[in-house]
């Protein structure tokens, strides 16, 4: 499967088709070794056939064979003298035998550039010719000198001449050689590195089993050079992925004898000492922010900030000098790293990710150069971690390990290990993250309070990873519990403080432990009671003070490794505050992973606030993202799935069957009351509003107790399903005043515009409804908040027979449906439109064009629906349906409903 090559190989192609045409020349096929040259050239030739019957004559340089004269040409003239035969003159066929060894040189004879032309333009005037040169920079002096004659002299000949000239790594020398065998070329073709994405494909398919770092860091090594990753993915061990921070490669490379690293080390062979010990500095680095310190650090001449590593230093390489290097250079440029590093940190700009990701591989270096003083810089390493966490998780992770391991007390070395291994898993590191976390249950042997602190916020996460809130709920509460008054662990407490809040939601359990936690801390007393009021109910609770404690709860989560801010965007959506979580996701997106847990997380968290603050369109980017993050987040399946569902039945005014399963198939997941909405939606297009309200009716309480965020953003439908189905009046009222308490409570813009709406459903005068409805516009803007209450307001009308008030507001919420892409909206405002009849064409007597409301009440009859359903619908009478279907029926020339399906079809 060729990855990333389709614009070359075209372009190669295409000068193959004119060179069948008679318009031969040369083609120099370039780029860094281990490209995917070979693999390219086999596509080519394989294309070359589909163009004619070429006659493809084949060589590939040798290294050993470099010294000898015309070797390198020998593996062409051969099969390209048996093609001719005798109708090749004699003295070219004597000047060509004597390059193969046939008969002895001759004095006087045609130069064999000349020959070897002559043959080519002899056999070209048959067949189209193909001479394919590989590794053409080991060619002999004399055989290069011949390609480059031929490659100037093809052009009114039906032969090309394709050669591939690598560039060589290491040794600037080359590139001499490299314009030289340019010369004479009628085209480049350059074999740029693969990009990200086409490396990565190829990796999870190759081995889907590597975790995210792994997999990364074989990709990095690789360059972007397709034989290379060939090789490193064959050298990676699936036993090795949890033992040691990147998987175990560094260790695998000593040793090994793949093409890749020999050749690598062939390189590293043929460098001087000086431009190996900077290889070797550079080789030791965990984090490309510090390489421009490499001359610094290597002792070379003049070093300073503005001195960069090698050019021809390529990953692989750097590292493998690393490996293979003596143990007192490692020692000394470790030592000369931590010095540096920090020098670096303390210039860079205070608090920024450069200086943050200096100071934590400063710290890291000077652990690794002197392990007997290690356990001295364990507490400053798990500083570095926890500032490291915003900026790159999985380094974070790996921070933690090693101050687990250099911890003289046993619970602080639990406790890091723990903080390890929950980062790995949120980077979907999941055989990483088990080994680290049975290593902490270890340490503490399983019992006693140390322990429970240790697997408490772990269980916590599993709950989370499978959809059980209320569990996940209870460990983040017992593990609170525990984290008061424990030292250095300010930053956690306040992660799980949040975390409990975004979990918990509105109730009173995670609002008592938040202040029994306050009671008990006094320095982080505020920042404990401003994140508990965001599990107040919605009547105690101050939109001001809400809004703070939500941007206190996002400080708090930031870098945290706790996968909760899909929840955190529902918390925003209710207080209006979508733009500012949004934010947050964006700024944490750089620290994880492309794939894992926390990454689906987020990508979910981005398309929930994008359904506030964006179009349709953004909303499935992010879900696609989310799908994409997968690959190490298996247990998120149901979580994307759900999400997606719902974006089809945004986007069009039907739903997909795979909305449709029983409720009790419905995974609990933070999607899970969109999955519902759309159930609910289809049942609604039907006219069947009991059955939408059956649906609709479990996301709320049986009780007074606080709804969630799934049933408040919900409130519209389901009063409206409520009230169409004559539902209970106090359940009605229940829901309604649970919609006015998170007005109240929160002030945001469709809280009060919902509130507005449900209020209007309960208010018996049609002028009073007039006025809510009005005021619900106002308040709800003019974005999708506003668009509902307008909908409503034309409804409203419609059914009072104000047809034409009505055309106002129901235009401008179709107006806004549409440019948001929310087509199953705009359904719903379309056909109300349609119904108030107006200003459309004049139609001729007779006419077959249905009418917007004659085609509404079509397309249902075809799905099924009787006209009582079609009624309840579009709110008109069962008798102004069997109307408009006896002039359907008279329009389309058909009998019945049954036939109706067929004929919508065609028109």
């Known amino acids: 499967m060729l990855l990333g090559r389709q614009s070359q190989k075209q372009t190669l192609v295409t000068a193959l088709s004119r060179g069948s045409a008679g318009r031969g020349g040369s083609i120099l096929l370039t780029g860094s070794p281990g490209s995917g040259f070979t693999a390219l050239l086999d596509e080519v030739v394989a294309a070359a056939h589909g163009l004619g019957d070429p006659l493809v004559l084949t060589t590939t340089g040798v290294e050993d064979e470099a010294g000898m004269p015309y070797a390198l040409l020998h593996q062409v003239i051969c099969p390209l003298l048996a093609e001719l035969g005798d109708d090749l003159d004699l003295t070219r066929r004597e000047s060509l035998e004597a390059v193969v060894g046939a008969r002895a040189p001759q004095e006087g004879a045609v130069p064999v550039a000349l020959a070897a032309l002559g043959a080519l333009e002899l056999l070209a005037r048959r067949r189209p010719v193909l001479v394919v040169v590989d590794d053409a920079h080991l060619a002999d002096p004399d055989s290069a000198s011949v390609l480059r004659f031929l490659g100037r002299r093809l052009s009114r000949t039906a032969a090309c001449l394709l050669v591939v000239h690598p560039e060589p790594v290491v040794g600037a020398p080359s590139a001499a050689s490299a314009e030289a065998a340019r010369t004479g070329a009628d085209a480049v073709v350059v074999l740029e590195p693969l990009g990200a994405r086409d490396a990565r494909a190829w990796a999870d398919r190759e081995q889907p089993w590597l975790d995210p770092v792994q997999r990364d860091t074989v990709l990095h090594l690789a360059a972007g050079r397709p034989r290379r990753l060939a090789d490193l993915l064959h050298l990676v061990d699936r036993e090795a992925v949890a033992s040691a921070p990147d998987g175990g490669i560094r260790t695998a490379l000593r040793g090994s004898v793949l093409p890749a690293v ?191 602190a240790v697997t408490s916020r772990w269980s916590a996460l599993t709950a989370l990873a499978r959809g059980d809130r209320d569990a996940a709920a209870l460990h983040l509460e017992h593990h609170l519990g525990r984290q008061v008054g424990a030292p250095g662990v300010d930053q ?42 965001l599990a107040l109910p919605w009547h105690l609770a101050v939109p001001d003070e809400q809004r703070h404690s939500l941007d206190d709860a996002l400080a708090a989560l930031a870098g945290a490794g706790l996968p909760v801010l899909r929840l955190a965007a529902d918390a925003g959506r209710l207080l209006g505050r979508s733009d500012e979580v949004a934010a947050a996701c964006r700024s944490s997106l750089p620290a994880w992973p492309t794939t894992g847990p926390a990454a689906v997380d987020v990508h979910l968290a981005l398309a929930a606030c994008a359904l506030d603050t964006g179009d349709l369109t953004e909303v499935r980017a992010h879900v696609q993202d989310a799908r994409a993050a997968l690959r190490h987040a298996p247990q998120a399946e149901a979580a994307v799935l759900q999400a997606e569902q719902l974006v089809a039945c945004l986007g069009s005014t039907r739903v997909p069957d795979a909305a449709w399963e029983d409720a009790s198939d419905l995974p609990p997941t933070t999607e899970r009351a969109g999955a519902v909405w759309c159930r609910a939606h289809r049942h609604r297009l039907r006219g069947d509003l009991a059955s939408a309200a059956a649906e609709l009716l479990p996301l709320w309480p049986a009780d007074e107790a606080p709804a969630d965020a799934g049933a408040l953003l919900n409130a519209l439908p389901t009063v409206h399903a409520l009230s169409g189905s004559g539902a209970a009046p106090e359940v009605l009222e229940r829901t309604v005043r649970q919609v006015t308490a998170w007005a109240e409570g929160s002030g945001a813009p469709l809280a009060v515009s919902t509130a507005l709406v449900c209020r209007a459903v309960l208010v018996q005068d049609p002028h009073a409804q007039q006025q809510l409805l009005r005021e619900a516009v106002e308040r709800g803007g003019d974005g999708p908040a506003g668009a509902a209450p307008r909908l409503a307001l034309g409804m409203l009308l419609r059914r009072a027979r104000q047809a034409v008030a009505a055309r106002e507001p129901l235009g401008a919420a179709l107006r806004v449906f549409e440019r948001h892409g929310l087509a199953a909206f705009a359904e719903l405002a379309r056909r109300e439109l349609d119904a108030t009849a107006p200003l459309r064409p004049a139609r001729p007597m007779g006419s077959s064009v249905l009418t917007g409301q004659e085609r509404t009440v079509a397309t249902l009859a075809a799905e099924g629906l009787s006209n009582a359903g079609i009624a309840q619908s579009l709110g008109i009478s069962a008798r102004t349906v069997a109307h408009h279907l006896q002039h359907v029926y008279a329009k389309l020339g058909v009998s019945g409903r049954q036939e109706l399906g067929p004929r919508l079809e065609e028109r």
């Open 492 to 533: 956690e407490l306040l992660a799980t403080a949040a975390a409990l809040v975004m979990v918990a939601g509105r109730r009173t359990g995670g609002c008592r432990a938040l202040e029994a936690a306050a009671s008990a801390t006094p320095a982080l007393a505020g920042p404990l009671r401003s994140l508990a009021r």
């Open 262 to 452: 020999a050749a690598a080390r062939r390189d590293l062979e043929a460098v001087d000492h000086r431009t190996r010990r900077a290889l070797v500095a550079l080789g030791l680095l965990d984090d490309p922010a510090g390489a421009w310190l490499v001359a610094r650090v290597a002792g070379g001449e003049g070093a300073g900030p503005g001195v960069h590593a090698p050019a021809a230093a390529d990953p692989l390489t750097a590292v493998l000098a690393a490996v293979e290097a003596d143990p007192l250079l490692v020692t000394e440029l470790r030592t000369a790293w931590s010095q540096h590093l920090e020098e670096a940190a303390a210039a860079a700009l205070a608090g920024g990710p450069a200086a943050t990701r200096l100071r934590a591989e400063a710290l890291r270096q000077r652990a690794l150069a002197d392990p007997a003083g290690a356990p001295a810089l364990a507490a400053p390493l798990e500083d570095a971690a926890r500032a490291l966490c915003a900026v790159d998780a999985a380094r974070s992770s790996e921070l933690f390990a090693l101050a687990a391991e250099h911890h003289r007390e046993v619970p602080a070395r639990a406790a890091a290990a723990s903080r390890a291994a929950e980062l790995a898993l949120a980077c979907g590191r999941h055989d990483r993250a088990r080994l680290l976390a049975e290593r902490a249950a270890a340490l503490t042997d399983g019992a006693g309070a140390a322990a429970a």
